[in-house]
Nanobody, 115 residues
Framework: QVQLVESGGGLVQPGGSLRLSCAAS????????MRWYRQAPGKQRELVAE???????NYDGSVKGRFTISRDNVKNTVYLQMNSLKPEDTAVYLC?????????WGQGTQVTVSS
């Protein structure tokens, strides 16, 4: 059974930091590209960051320079370090494992940026 379990969300003040984690089980983690998406109320789900199997990274322009995605193929975990958080970063953040013909999702973790 495939499971992606996110953790690390919460309430943080503008300018603060959070580190999200997504622990994967039931898949051969190292052969999957890993992505973080987010979805705010009333908005479409958007891709925030991706780390490939070759450890290359890509970011949405709105988070570039503030967020860092990384993966640990021993712990089967992907991370999202989020710095200089803004109120517009408020959303449910979801972890996604993807490869050709395979696509798995976590349940999400809420991030709220507010004073």
């Amino acid at each position: 059974q495939v499971q992606l379990v996110e953790s690390g969300g919460g309430l943080v003040q503008p300018g603060g930091s959070l580190r999200l984690s997504c622990a994967a089980s039931g898949i051969l983690f190292r052969i999957y590209a890993m992505r973080w998406y987010r979805q705010a109320p009333g908005k479409q789900r958007e891709l925030v960051a991706e780390v490939t199997t070759a450890d290359s990274t890509n970011y949405d322009g709105s988070v570039k320079g503030r967020f860092t995605i990384s993966r640990d193929n021993v712990k089967n975990t992907v991370y999202l370090q989020m710095n200089s958080l803004k109120p517009e970063d408020t959303a449910v953040y979801l972890c996604n494992a993807v490869r050709p013909s395979r696509d798995y999702w976590g349940q999400g973790t809420q991030v709220t940026v507010s004073s």
